[in-house]
């Protein structure tokens, strides 16, 4: 299947500063990525589409300004958490679709990045 | 009323058993539907994916689709510790175009 990478893995930050997390598919190009959240012991939020070359599409709720997405390339989508606060901590999954072969439009998911703001 | 409806568990069988696992959904514009597995602290791995209703068979998972009733399931069989788990059932209106729209994710446990 296809393989979606994030880094980091792990961060751990203090109040008020801002964290990236990258999202590349690695053997195949993704023009829409999807970022997520996930809360101990709930299930996975959608919080936004990433389009490449134009602006991210942030579901209800979401602050844009708070999150801001970056889809760069066809391989690379970047989540930005602007002044993080404790309330943020959280699980980052993001997603891409393939467009080609056996998975055509099949989600794949990275391995998730976890959020510690301290 | 949650849009995904999924007992989180824990459901506790023991090892060689037939595992059902099952979602139900409000919103009939769901086309597509997906089953994922995750591992604690790790990224879901798409286990079954199907497209409108009726059945698919993958090894010893089988996914049904019945979108008349709004419910999906996903059936393991012979159970092995390794599948021991969380299982999200997951759903969407355009396949790979939209975002997915998740169950809360049922915690599985096989015992030896």
């Known amino acids: 299947g296809a393989v979606v990478s994030q880094h980091p893995s792990r961060v751990i930050c203090k109040s008020g500063t801002s964290v990236k997390i990258e999202c590349r598919s690695l053997?195949?190009?993704?023009?829409?990525m999807f970022w997520y959240r996930q809360f101990p012991k709930k299930s996975l939020m959608l919080m936004a589409t990433?389009?490449?070359?134009?602006?991210?599409?942030?579901e209800q709720g979401v602050e844009k300004d708070k999150f801001l997405i970056n889809h760069a390339s066809l391989t690379l989508s970047t989540l930005t958490v602007t002044s993080a606060h404790p309330e943020d901590s959280s699980f980052y999954i993001c997603?891409?679709?393939?467009?080609?072969?056996?998975?055509?439009?099949?989600?794949?998911f990275g391995p998730g990045t976890r959020l510690t703001v301290l | 009323q949650k849009e995904v409806e999924q007992d989180p568990g824990p459901l506790s069988v023991p090892e060689g058993a037939i595992v059902s696992l099952n979602c139900t959904y409000s919103?009939?514009?769901?086309?597509?539907f997906m089953w994922y597995r995750q591992y604690s602290r790790k990224g879901p791995e798409l286990l079954m994916y199907?497209?409108?209703?009726g059945n698919k068979e993958d090894g010893r998972f089988t996914a049904q689709v019945d979108k008349s009733s709004k419910y999906i399931s996903l059936f393991i069989r012979d159970s092995q510790p390794s599948d021991s788990a969380t299982y999200l059932c997951?759903?969407?209106?355009?396949?790979?175009?939209?975002?997915?729209?998740f169950g809360k994710g049922t915690h599985l446990i096989i015992q030896p």
């Open positions: 997603s891409a679709p393939t467009t080609s072969g056996r998975n055509y439009n099949e989600q794949f």
């Open positions: 053997d195949f190009q993704a023009t829409t």
């Open positions: 990433s389009n490449e070359g134009s602006k991210a599409t942030y």
């Open positions: 919103n009939s514009a769901f086309q597509y």
């Open positions: 199907t497209y409108s209703s």
């Open positions: 997951a759903m969407s209106f355009w396949g790979g175009a939209d975002g997915l729209t």
